[in-house]
């Protein structure tokens, strides 16, 4: 990771911790799948060694959404739990669908006659859900047990 995205991410979250944590939720899934062409001994070549920054600037797209809606959803009554509730109810569908239409795209690699098109196009599908798989499970875990975002003393009321 350079020095440059992980200070571009600390100014758009403006908090270390949260740029961390947004940098792990996004990381697992480029190492898992690293990891399983690894133990499938798939070659590293020029289509899959791709594979990692088109994760990478795909996946942060959703957990920087989340990670908004998270932080909307806390200023209403400072309330991790019920935060993390009322953003995946709204944000959680929306990634979903957005996942299931690039896996549906990336899916039409596989018709290929070329093998590391094949690879791409099955990576990149495997990336991408486990990003969605990390976005909704990891990164509210991690925003309930680090608890990044301050208490405002006045919280506005839910109407």
Known sequence: MEFTEIFLRYLLFRSLKLTWIALIVNIIPIGMVFGL??????????MTITIAAIAMGIGIDDTIHYIHRFQAEFAKDNRYYFSMHRANNSIGNAMYFTTLVIVIGFSILTFSNLIP????????MV???????????????????LKPFKKATHPRSLR
């Open 37 to 46: 062409m690894g133990w499938l001994h798939i070659p590293l070549d020029i």
């Open 127 to 145: 990336v991408m859900v486990a990003a969605l798989i990390s976005d909704l499970i990891l990164l509210p875990k991690l925003l309930l047990l």
């Open 117 to 124: 098109t094949i690879y791409f196009g099955l990576l990149t």
